[in-house]
């Protein structure tokens, strides 16, 4: 990116209470076009709180949300999904009932007009699923399942893809296969915000990275930069480590 390119995101003194309880305080950050970016933490940091009021579900108190020069932080969530900013959560559910390319078509609802290109898509970066698209969501593994969810975000057209928690009970193939999908999003033009705190794997493809503590973010950079940072040890993997 050039050093005078606006920020695709912008996040600009966010705070946010629950029930008068401070829980983010004065948080800025900013992603580029086609990053990876990552926030790491441990948990109860506010990561997930963060992805919350991005994508709509949570008012903040104060603060500005920026994206693609819009401001965000007074729009429903239907409307900031219709401007492609997709939140897929931790554990996001399958319909299990419904087969696999029926709940693809489920993140499809807001923008139906490029369906079928947006399912060779999902079809070219998870290809198995083509194979299960028949299947119903509710038989398959639980990596299967992930697949699934992450393929329905794809539907919905993002331009910016919100993940919290996309490693949580996945195997370290499995962890490894979706870094690789995330260079390949890239590719395809998206953009990634991803919430993890599984710290190791994805600072080694984030091109920028937050560590948050209590609500603050403490430290930024590089994701390969900070993994190598002694604070972020202790505060994520401990003393020694």
């Known amino acids: 990116?050039?050093?005078?390119?606006?920020?695709?995101?912008?996040?600009?003194?966010?705070?946010?209470?629950?029930?008068?309880?401070?829980?983010?305080?004065?948080i800025r950050l900013q992603v580029y076009e086609r990053q990876i970016a990552a926030l790491v933490g441990p948990e109860g940091a506010g990561k997930t709180t963060l992805l919350n009021v991005i994508s709509g579900l949570i008012r903040p108190e104060q603060g500005r949300i920026r994206f693609a020069g819009e401001t965000l932080e007074n729009l429903p969530a239907w409307d900031i999904v219709r401007r492609g900013v997709i939140y897929v959560p931790e554990g996001s559910p399958v319909f299990p009932e419904m087969s696999v390319l029926e709940n693809l078509e489920v993140g499809a609802y807001v923008h139906r007009a490029h369906l079928e290109a947006r399912l060779e898509l999902v079809f070219e970066v998870f290809p198995e699923l083509r194979e299960l698209r028949r299947t119903p969501a509710g038989v398959?593994?639980?990596g299967q399942q992930r697949l699934v969810a992450l393929g329905r975000g794809l539907m919905a057209g993002p331009?910016?893809?919100?993940?919290?928690?996309?490693?949580?009970?996945?195997?370290?193939?499995?962890?490894?296969?979706?870094?690789?999908?995330f260079k390949t999003l890239l590719a395809q033009g998206l953009t990634l915000l991803i919430a993890s705190q599984y710290a190791h794997r994805i600072l080694q493809v984030a091109d920028l990275a937050?560590?948050?503590e209590e609500g603050r973010i403490t430290l930024s950079g590089a994701g390969p930069d900070i993994l190598k940072d002694?604070?972020?040890h202790q505060v994520l993997f401990g003393p020694g480590l």
């Open 1 to 26: 990116m050039k050093a005078d390119t606006p920020p695709l995101l912008a996040v600009e003194g966010l705070a946010v209470s629950y029930d008068r309880l401070p829980v983010l305080h004065d």
């Open 140 to 142: 398959l593994s639980g």
């Open 159 to 181: 331009r910016l893809l919100l993940l919290d928690e996309p490693f949580l009970g996945l195997s370290p193939k499995l962890v490894r296969r979706f870094c690789d999908t």
């Open 210 to 212: 937050y560590l948050m």
């Open 230 to 232: 002694q604070h972020l």
